[in-house]
């Protein structure tokens, strides 16, 4: 199963990519319009035979939702009308300040993170997937 997680933001996407139990940083798309965007994302999808779509929710850190949460579920909704792919969503709390610890962990500047920064959010979320898959 090769799935792909997406961190989803109003500026730039974050990509990452399984192949297996490992989730690797892949892309970050810049957010111009919204048909571009799903292009992008449908062509990664074909292109790399993906089998399914991880997608994080950012759930507030009591569980509720927020307004960010509502536009990622009409996201998901978009995305669900352009392909038959899976899509499954994971509480994404706390992945962008975990993603920002492993780029300083490995040496990254922050100045230079913000694309990478998205890429990693995506790892965290994908890696959350399949932990939980797992169990």
Same mark, same amino acid.
């Given at each position: ?20 139990? =490992?989730?690797? +940083? ?28 991880? =997608?994080?929710? +950012? =759930? ?6 927020? =307004? ?5 579920? *009409? ?10 792919? +899976?899509?499954?969503?994971? *509480? ?44």
């Amino acid at each position: 199963m090769k799935l792909l997680g997406i961190d989803y933001g109003q500026k730039r996407v974050g990509l990452a990519m399984s192949g297996g139990s =490992l989730a690797f +940083p892949y892309r970050t798309l810049a957010r111009t319009t919204s048909d571009k965007l799903f292009a992008e994302l449908l062509d990664i999808c074909a292109r790399e035979n993906v089998t399914g779509i991880v =997608l994080g929710l +950012p =759930l507030l850190t009591d569980g509720q939702d927020s =307004l960010t949460t509502r536009q990622v579920r *009409n996201f998901r909704d978009s995305l669900a009308r352009r392909t038959a792919l +899976p899509i499954h969503l994971v *509480n994404e709390v706390l992945t962008s300040s975990e993603a920002r610890n492993r780029l300083r962990e490995a040496g990254v500047s922050t100045r230079k993170s913000d694309g990478l920064l998205d890429q990693m959010a995506a790892v965290c979320i994908l890696e959350t997937f399949l932990r939980e898959r797992e169990t």
